[in-house]
């Protein structure tokens, strides 16, 4: 099992969502995870219905059986910084460089110097070993940027690596690079059931494997529930009209003051059905292509009643019943 879980994905189709629920999956039976943000955004505080996360490791989720979750919104100044100073012992002139503009350089100038910063903070939490030398975390799980950049994002200490010849920055990107291109790493992606992000899925997957970085699991996310099957499909097709009718009035539906009340049903009710076949034949192309990713492949529910902390854990037992822990 790969101990640094990255998760990427088409926008909004549920990246920190899901990066927070196989979190808590993966902490589930005293484990202990890291769950990392790169994007500034907040959007784990959000769902774990906290306040902002500041740039320091906290623990924000208890997991079932006594797991814990922490979470580390990454702010990439504040990581440069700390990079400045691990490897250049600079302690106010760090300040002083902020203020001449060097973290602007590192940050927007040379944006591949900031993913440096980012997969190394990842990579290092990774890594990190206590006193009695046992790993700090079991597992690490990144909230990424989107399929379109995750490649370029991952791939970038390959660049700077280039970059810099000899010299610390060429040292961090190295290891950083070793950690992400093995085994220990895999890029899981989310998905929906709709052409554009099982197409973007496809392509993700096809950048990722030519880079040669570890794809993990397609996750489809918020898959609506099954009401008919094929059979039942077919039923609707060709049941004739009036046959309906009588089942409906014999279930009671349709009312008994006016004529013929429950053939008015009809009607509405076959184009509900003709609507959800529709919905299943599209749906159905696309696990199809999925299903030629050669990938593991996992369904989330769609929760009816909107995400909450509740529906959180709901998800990360969903994810530990199809084996993703
Ligand atoms: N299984 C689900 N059931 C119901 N709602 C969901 C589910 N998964 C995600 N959502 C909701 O969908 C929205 C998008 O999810 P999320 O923020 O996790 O996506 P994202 O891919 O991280 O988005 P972005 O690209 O903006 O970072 C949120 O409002 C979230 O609460
Ligand atoms: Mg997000």
Redesign the pocket.
């Known amino acids: 099992m790969s101990r640094l879980q990255v998760v990427s ?12 629920a196989l979190a808590l999956a993966l902490a589930t039976e005293g484990k202990r995870t890291l769950l990392v943000e790169v ?1 500034g ?1 907040q ?1 784990i505080a959000q ?1 774990f219905e906290t306040e902002a996360l500041p740039y320091e490791e906290r623990k924000i989720a208890v997991a079932p059986g006594g797991g814990e979750v922490y979470a580390l919104a990454i702010d990439p100044e504040l990581a440069l910084l700390d990079y400045l100073q691990m490897f250049y012992k600079l302690g106010s002139a760090g300040r002083a460089l902020k203020k001449l503009g060097a973290i602007d350089f590192a940050t927007t100038i040379a944006p591949g110097v900031r993913d440096v910063l980012l997969t190394g903070k990842a990579c290092e939490a990774v890594r990190r070993k206590d006193k009695a030398g046992r790993f700090v975390y079991d597992y690490v799980v990144m ?1 990424a940027p ?1 399929t379109g950049r995750i490649t370029r994002f991952l791939n970038v200490n390959d660049e700077v690596a280039g970059l810099a010849r000899i010299g610390p920055i060429h040292n961090q990107a190295q290891a950083v690079m070793r950690v992400l291109k093995s085994p220990e790493t895999a890029v899981h992606l ?1 998905t929906l059931l709709e052409e554009m992000p099982v197409q973007e899925t496809a392509d993700g997957i096809a950048e990722l494997r030519a880079a040669r970085l570890p794809v993990g699991r397609v996750i489809v ?3 609506r529930p099954r009401l008919l099957d094929a059979a039942d499909l077919d039923l609707a097709r060709t049941v004739p009209h009036s046959d309906l009718a009588r089942s409906l009035s014999a279930a009671g539906l349709g009312g008994a003051h006016h004529g013929r009340p429950a053939e008015r049903l009809v009607a509405p009710l076959l184009a509900q059905a003709d609507e959800y076949a529709e919905r299943y034949a599209l749906e159905h192309e696309q696990r199809a292509a999925l299903g030629e990713l050669g990938l593991p492949l996992h369904e ?5 009643e ?2 909450d902390l509740a ?1 959180l854990y709901e ?1 990360a037992t969903e994810l530990r019943k199809q084996g993703t822990t």
């Open positions: 994905g088409k926008g909004g189709t549920g990246k920190t969502t899901v990066a927070a994007e955004r959007g769902l909230d989107p989310v996310n918020m898959v989330l529910p769609l929760l009816a909107g995400m529906g998800l």
